[in-house]
Nanobody
Framework: QVQLVESGGGLVQPGGSLRLSCAASRSIFSINAMGWYRQAPGKERELVATITSGGRTNYADSVKGRFTISRDNAKNTVYLQMNSLKPEDTAVYYC???????????WGQGTQVTVSS
């Protein structure tokens, strides 16, 4: 089992940047994949970006070229660098961790990102 704690959310103007962090309670070296998802009011949770233990990344089309996911195994942390933010990026952002061998997925509590002038 792993606990995930997100941080770094806040209020930012359109065109601005934020970096989200997801700190894990144990080593992320053995976690097969970690990702960021978001949920806006009245909408379903959607994938933003994922990264595998081998460093392979995947992005939603809506964030390609603007967001970058990375992982620091030494710090047990996954990051989401968000640039050129738009009002439609406003949502609660959640981090998750997936263990393929035991078919387990863990979620953090979420962090609010609001893009508004």
């Amino acid at each position: 089992q792993v606990q995930l704690v997100e941080s770094g959310g806040g209020l930012v103007q359109p065109g601005g940047s934020l970096r989200l962090s997801c700190a894990a309670s144990r080593s992320i070296f053995s976690i097969n994949a970690m990702g960021w998802y978001r949920q806006a009011p009245g909408k379903e949770r959607e994938l933003v970006a994922t990264i595998t233990s081998g460093g392979r990344t995947n992005y939603a089309d809506s964030v390609k070229g603007r967001f970058t996911i990375s992982r620091d195994n030494a710090k047990n942390t996954v990051y989401l660098q968000m640039n050129s933010l738009k009002p439609e990026d406003t949502a609660v952002y959640y981090c998750n961790a997936v263990y393929y061998a035991i078919a387990a997925t863990y979620w953090g509590q979420g962090t609010q990102v609001t893009v508004s002038s």
